[in-house]
């Protein structure tokens, strides 16, 4: 069996590590690949995927290069590549943002929780939906 992966797509160092630590606490056993900007998540996704399985994607907004919501459109429009989950894990709470991102094809918006504790509980409810109720169609 293929072993799923998660690309965290984030420009704040701090913030991958957090994240990557929620993922170990809650025994999620998935390979964890990191983007530190738009440009760096499609060079990712541009490399051979066979052997892999992409389960999601967690995209900042707001990261230097190209910032995730050119990166959202790209993937949406690659007949390669929309497929994958992409989930929007940012601070930014506008409304109209919210929708845009929806617009542009997210699949889940979810505004960085503010403390650790909810980071994990965030991480391990999107895992378990993500892993083990969701079909996704290859």
Excluded at 37 to 54: E, P, V
Excluded at 70 to 81: A, T
Excluded at 102 to 118: F, M, Q, R
């Amino acid at each position: 069996m293929v072993k799923k992966r998660v690309i965290i797509a984030d420009d704040d160092e701090d913030d991958r590590m957090l994240v990557l630590s929620a993922f170990q606490e809650n025994k999620i056993d998935v390979d964890i690949d990191f983007a530190i900007d738009g440009s760096d998540l499609m060079d990712i996704l541009s490399h051979d995927l066979a052997g892999t399985s992409i389960l999601f994607i967690l995209l900042d907004l707001n990261m230097p290069k190209k910032d995730g919501r050119e990166v959202l459109k790209e993937i949406k429009q690659s007949p390669r590549l929309k497929k994958i989950p992409v989930i929007i894990f940012t601070t930014a709470k506008n409304e109209s943002e919210i929708r845009k991102c929806y617009d542009l094809g997210a699949n889940t918006y979810i505004v960085k929780p503010d403390s650790y504790e909810g980071l994990r509980k965030v991480v391990a409810t999107l895992s378990s939906y993500w892993l083990d109720t969701a079909t996704i169609s290859s």
